[in-house]
């Protein structure tokens, strides 16, 4: 079985870039999480998807930070215009339906904002 | 309502046991316990479910305790590829005490086996 993939692993970029990360989950899995991990820390939720519609997007910063994910499958999160305090591993994840569900994270793609 | 993890660090020797807790301020429906190792993604070790449960694959096995928001990690015999930090993920209950499917990962402990 297929594992979560992402695209691109490592990212380096001015601020007031844009950036844009791809991810696509294991097949059949229903819901897709992204993550932001800073150095040092726990992953911090940014948004869940269940099929192509958000579950929860309460800690995207909305103002420069947007997803999709459409066709309920692959999904796109973007940066517009980063930030330095964006620098930080960025992790997408799948699970079967729901936070009850064990989530299989992908290898994550790490951005750094000069 | 990020759960906090004790200890932050823990240096064993090949061997050993140690155990991992994970507090919560909030009702919890389930736990989910991650291991990352550097510069990899997290790794599923396993999930319990309110009711009290106690888990363990090989030697490692954790215990929810709902009523008072608790959850433990406890590693056995430790071996080298124990090491890496750990994550507790919490999963908030509902009203109704059901499932609200949004996690969140506490501050992390880093465990170091050495030989």
């Known amino acids: 079985e297929a594992g979560v993939a992402q695209s691109p692993r490592y990212k380096i970029i001015e601020k007031r870039q844009s950036v844009a990360f791809w991810c696509n989950p294991i097949s059949g899995h229903a819901t897709l999480y992204w993550y932001q991990q800073i150095l040092g820390q726990g992953p911090k939720l940014l948004i869940q998807?269940?099929?192509?519609?958000?579950?929860?997007d309460s800690q995207l910063p909305k103002d420069r930070f947007s997803a999709e994910r459409l066709k309920g499958v692959d999904s796109t999160l973007k940066i517009q215009p980063a930030k330095l305090e964006d620098s930080a591993v960025y992790l997408c994840a799948s699970s079967l339906s729901g936070s009850s569900y064990e989530q299989y994270f992908g290898p994550g793609t790490r951005l750094t904002v000069t | 309502q990020q759960p906090v993890q004790s200890p932050q660090a823990v240096i064993l020797r090949e061997g050993e046991d140690a155990v991992i807790n994970c507090s919560s301020s909030k009702a919890l429906y389930s736990v989910h316990w991650y291991r990352q190792k550097h510069g990899e993604a997290p790794v599923f070790l396993m999930i319990?479910?309110?009711?009290?449960e106690q888990k363990g694959h090989d030697k490692i096995s954790a215990s929810f305790n709902e009523k008072k928001q608790q959850s433990s990690l406890y590693l056995t015999a430790s071996q080298l590829s124990y090491s890496g930090t750990y994550f507790c993920g919490t999963e908030i209950a509902g009203v109704y005490g059901g499932a609200t499917n949004k996690l969140i990962f506490g501050t992390g402990t880093l465990l170091a086996v050495q030989p």
């Open positions: 998807f269940q099929n192509n519609g958000v579950v929860d």
């Open positions: 319990l479910l309110k009711g009290g």
